[in-house]
């Protein structure tokens, strides 16, 4: 099946894109493997004639939106991020008419339409320098009211409204103060995704995304790291640093992250299922909110 997926690979001339909590073997296939903020900039760059993207839609959008005169694949069709589900173009349009000078800031976890809506896009890479590079007092952010929470403490100066109030991800919120007491037992750091609730981020030694993991994780030490996201991340991250110590929460899985099998990428390969299709003039209004998150930097 591999050798079958890397002649597939050459023969479409394609790109496989793989998020850091895709299976092992999904990642031992991909040219590129990164956080979404790393495959958004990619997808804009590539080159190739199909762009497999083995993670959720949203990112497979973001690289459409991108990348539009490419073919874009999501090899599994239903693939989604239930976060991105909290936020609705209504909700944004409201917000914006109760609080008409603030500027609106969507988190890459939504959908195309509401990141056509947003002034700009973010991730959890970037939420606080993007918030950090507008000028309005009040930012509207969602739809992870964790994360906005997060960069509401890092930017005292702004009063961030949380769109909805309780948006969230299930995976990110199953981690509890036990799981803190646990880690504390038996030593090492607790590194944390800024989704996962704000008592849990004040516990923890450090907070960031999933590229912010690696990067922090390359910068060296001894310590064994608690690694508080889904759990496929410690795998990663032992892949990328054999002999250290990297702890997982067996229970931390996102049941869409998990949905693509090396059967699917073979078919998405061949066959080009499934397209990623967008009305155009969602892509442009959305594109311009993605490049200016882009521009600001990570
Ligand atoms: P990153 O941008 O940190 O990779 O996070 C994406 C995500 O879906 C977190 O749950
Ligand atoms: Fe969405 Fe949570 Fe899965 Fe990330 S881990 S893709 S936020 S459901």
């Known amino acids: 099946m591999e050798q079958e997926i890397r002649a597939l690979k050459a023969e479409k001339n394609a790109v496989v894109m793989a998020h850091n909590y ?4 999904i990642q031992a296939l991909a040219d590129v493997v990164g956080d979404s903020l790393e495959l958004a900039v990619k997808a804009k760059e590539a080159s190739a004639d199909l762009i497999v993207v083995c993670g959720v839609r949203f990112m497979a959008e973001t690289a459409k939106i991108l990348n539009p005169d490419r073919k874009v694949v999501l090899p ?3 693939a989604g991020c239930p976060l991105a ?4 173009p209504e909700m944004i349009r409201e917000a914006r008419r109760q609080h008409p000078d603030s500027a609106v800031v969507v988190y890459v976890n939504s959908t195309a339409e509401s990141k056509a809506l947003a002034d700009i896009t973010c991730t959890s890479a970037n939420a606080v320098r993007v918030v ?3 000028p309005n007092e009040t930012i509207l952010f969602g739809p ?3 994360l ?3 960069v509401q403490r890092e930017l005292p100066e702004k009063t961030i409204v949380p769109l909805p109030p309780g948006g969230h991800c299930y995976v990110h919120t199953g981690f509890t103060l036990a799981d803190v007491e646990a880690a504390r037992k038996k ?7 800024p989704e996962c609730p704000p008592e849990i981020q004040a516990q923890a ?6 590229g912010g993991m690696v990067r922090e994780a390359a910068a060296g030490g001894n310590e064994p790291w608690w690694v508080f996201t889904e759990r496929e991340m410690a795998s990663r991250l032992r892949v990328l640093y054999p002999g250290r110590i990297f702890y997982e929460k067996p229970e931390a899985v996102c049941a869409d992250m998990k949905k693509i099998s090396l059967d699917d990428l073979r078919r998405a390969l061949e066959a080009g299922e499934h397209e990623v299709v967008l009305p155009t003039e969602v892509m442009d209004r959305a594109r311009r909110a993605i490049e200016r998150m882009i521009a600001v930097g990570a």
């Open 22 to 25: 895709q299976p092992p073997e």
């Open 76 to 78: 599994v069709e239903d």
């Open 85 to 88: 589900d909290f936020l609705t």
């Open 132 to 134: 950090a590079s507008l």
């Open 144 to 146: 992870d009211a964790n």
């Open 148 to 150: 906005a929470s997060y």
């Open 187 to 193: 030593g090492g750091m607790i590194v944390c995704h």
């Open 205 to 210: 030694d450090r907070v960031a995304s999933t």
